[in-house]
């Protein structure tokens, strides 16, 4: 199957990842997305009828911590980073 | 070699010198975004350092990586000027070792590159000869190991950006085993494939550094303890049987190094990997995913870059991130947006997820045969900045030695086996999970053989 991605394919995808491109930006990172997704098509070679998809490169097995309260002090540093505060909340502009 | 530590461990009486030294290097070479040796974090411990073999050593710190008090960027507009609350788990152990960071060192942008000139703050000169690039995307780490900045660096390596930086300058890289090393405070990139890594002048304080950093961690839950087999030494080393497209100079140099470990007495075994030609597809495909998911979080709202004005929330998410990312960025955001949107997941993501079983399963295949398997680090030497035959698409076909083991989780180490035309080639060796043991033992008697050369202009006499 041809999987060359038009323009349109691209848009929508810019705007999935809440990026926005202008027409010069588009056709230049359209080329080379292009050109990966052409070359992911190689994959199809290989078989792989019967295999597991990996999803993690090595775990032994799930683990889970406790479930108890652990004290944190980051939490007036973190905020301290925010672009806008008014007292201990974010300001981003209006939602309605 | 304790006559090296012994001189960096002058550091701190000798703050002057050392510093007057690194300024003088970082004026060519740019390693670091931000250097500072007078900070002086806290230990948490409440062990004397005076033991750890890393006391008293000054060491650089990739961008993507926490240490309270300095800057974090990733090297991107997205996070200039922020600096870091916490400190990162690995950093912490070496600090409490009694080693001090000193700076954090240029990184191609979210450590997205392999050359380092995708950092949107800064750009990075091979000490070799400073027309080249340093590798990436842990780039500044292996200049300033390489310039003698400092003994060692952590890195990451999410596809090969400590190893192939550690070949382009002529020093040791090591990723271990994937999980060995806490990544509680690495800027996640792709979670699944990626590790904090080692850089360093010589293979015994490569191996003291991964010693103190790893161990589980209850702030990383896919952190594991290092569970290797019974020590045995190392006979076999596999290599493939059909290896094209070296560069002259790293095919010759490899061609050599075989003929080295020949005479230290290993065994040559000829191994087939077949899955070896799509192992840069499914690495970019799961990679470029992972990385679409993870760099969701930044959106300009709770930290980095603001736009000045928005309309709304999601106008404000979208400016910021049209600004704040770089185009290599945006094209891997694009790419693994694009592989995960639906109808296209079972083509592409689950595809690459299938062919990492394979690539895994050849692997198992090898380390039965052999105990090790070596191969060039990269197919190239270092390259010069915009070199046009390298475009990054280029570099990413390149990649191909290195990601099979961020596929597959195994350890890897490059280390120095000799100069090409003045600039230094990087072999590879790999094992099976949780035997870097059999890693540094292989580069600890090539060494032995063939000394690393080093880097013209380096010196430590600001210890004298």
Known sequence: MKHIMDIRELEITAELAQIALTPVELERLGREVTQM???????????????????HAFVKANRVRPDAVK?????????????????????????? | ?????????????????????????????????????????????????????????????????????????????????????????????????????????????????????????????????VTRVAGGSSG???????????????????????????????VYGLKPTYGTVSRFGLTAYASSLEVIGVLATTVGLTRSVYDLIKGEDGND?????????????????????????LAPGVEAVYRESLATLKKLGYTLVEVELPTLEYAVSAYYTIATAEASANLARFNGIRYGLRPEYAENPEDLIRKARTAGFGDEVKTRILLGSYVLRSGFQDQFYTKAQKVRTAIRRDFDRIFEEADVFLSPTFPTTAFAHGDTTMTSFQQKLADKFTVTA????????????????????????LAPVFEEGRLFEVADRFAEAVPPAACPGTSLDWSL
């Open chain 1, 37 to 55: 997704v052409s070359y992911f098509e190689k994959m199809k070679e290989v078989d792989t009828d019967g295999l597991e998809p990996t999803t």
């Open chain 1, 71 to 96: 004290p944190s002090t980051l939490a007036d540093a973190a905020l301290e980073r925010a672009p806008e505060l008014e007292d201990r909340f974010i300001v981003i502009p209006n939602v309605l």
């Open chain 2, 1 to 129: 070699m304790a006559k090296l530590e012994d001189s960096w461990r002058r550091f701190s009486e000798k703050a002057a010198s050392y510093t007057a030294y690194a300024k003088a290097w970082e004026a060519k070479i740019g390693a670091f975004l931000s250097f500072n040796p007078q900070h002086n974090p806290a230990s948490t411990s409440a062990v004397p350092a005076g033991q750890s073999p890393v006391a008293g050593l000054p060491f650089g710190v990739k961008d993507n990586i926490a240490v309270a008090g300095f800057p974090l960027t990733c090297g991107s507009k997205m996070l200039e000027g922020l600096t870091s609350p916490y400190t990162a788990t690995a950093v912490q152990k070496l600090i409490d070792g009694g080693a001090r960071p000193v700076g954090k060192t240029n990184l191609d942008e979210f450590g997205m590159g392999s050359s380092t000139d995708n950092s949107a703050l800064g750009k990075t000169n091979n000490p070799w000869d």
């Open chain 2, 140 to 170: 500044g780490s292996a200049a300033c190991v390489a310039a003698g900045q400092v003994p060692f660096a952590l890195g990451s390596d999410t596809g090969g950006s400590v190893r192939q930086p550690a070949a382009f300058c002529g």
């Open chain 2, 221 to 245: 839950q896919t952190s594991l303890k290092s569970e290797p087999g019974p020590a045995r030494p190392v006979r076999k080393i596999g290599i493939l049987k059909n290896l094209t497209g």
């Open chain 2, 406 to 429: 961020n596929l597959t989780g195994q350890p890897g180490l490059s280390f120095p086996a000799g100069l090409a035309d003045g600039l230094p080639v990087g072999l590879q060796v």
